[in-house]
């Protein structure tokens, strides 16, 4: 089965710029996560979507980020405008409905300069 | 809320000698837990998860991790290290049930270096 595909792999822009992720999860997952990964952190959950709604975004900044999973499939994650602290590596994983433990995509490096 | 303690950010070890990578976690709430490895460059894979049932989980490559509830701990540990185990580990919980299920907290991770 394919894993979870994520573009681009490496990104770097300029602080107040904007920026998009991708994400396409494993076919027939119904959940959709998007965590963040700060260098020397462990991965914090910035969204999770069930099929195309929104179950968790506490801790997503809202005044900069945003995400949706249009037709319940793809997903984007945007961040207008990045600030340095998003330097990142922002990860994508999927898994069935209810269940615990999942497949990440390779992630995208951003740095934001 | 949940928090995960990773004990140690770095573990240097000889190549053939054991390894263990401790977690400590903290929750008012039952929680699931599981143990990832991240090698450079790459995605978190899933290496092992603790349910239900017994307390002792294994991986494929010969990990293992032991839940113990009355010291909230779920600590990985391998008898015999190879080079190729050389990676960042991560333990993480999720809550069991509630409105966001399978959500995971993760600890700071531990870089696993076997040296040769």
């Known amino acids: 089965e394919a894993g979870v595909a994520q573009s681009p792999r490496y990104k770097i822009i300029e602080k107040r710029q904007s920026v998009a992720f991708w994400c396409n999860p494993i076919?027939?997952?119904?959940?959709l996560y998007w965590y963040q990964q700060i260098l020397g952190q462990g991965p914090k959950l910035l969204i999770q979507?069930?099929?195309?709604?929104?179950?968790?975004d506490s801790q997503l900044p809202k005044d900069r980020f945003s995400a949706e999973r249009l037709k319940g499939v793809d997903s984007t994650l945007k961040i207008q405008p990045a600030k340095l602290e998003d330097s990142a590596v922002y990860l994508c994983?999927?898994?069935?409905?209810?269940?615990?433990?999942?497949?990440f995509g390779s992630g995208t490096r951003l740095t934001v300069v | 809320a949940q928090s995960v303690t990773q004990l140690d950010s770095q573990v240097p070890v000889f190549e053939e000698a054991p390894v263990e990578l401790r977690c400590n976690y903290s929750s008012s709430v039952s929680v699931y837990l599981f143990w990832y490895v991240q090698y450079p460059n790459q995605g978190l894979q899933l290496l092992l998860k603790?349910?239900?049932?017994?307390?002792l989980v294994e991986s494929i490559n010969g990990f293992e991790a032991e839940f113990n509830k009355s010291q909230t701990s779920f600590h990985l540990r391998k008898p015999s290290v190879h080079i190729s185990d050389t990676a960042e580990y991560f333990c993480a919980v999720s809550v069991v049930g509630g409105t966001s299920y399978g959500k995971l907290t993760f600890g700071q991770g531990t870089i696993l270096t076997v040296h040769p």
């Open positions: 979507f069930q099929n195309n709604g929104v179950v968790d």
């Open positions: 603790y349910l239900s049932g017994s307390t």
């Open positions: 076919s027939g997952h119904a959940t």
């Open positions: 994983a999927s898994s069935f409905q209810g269940s615990y433990g999942y497949t």
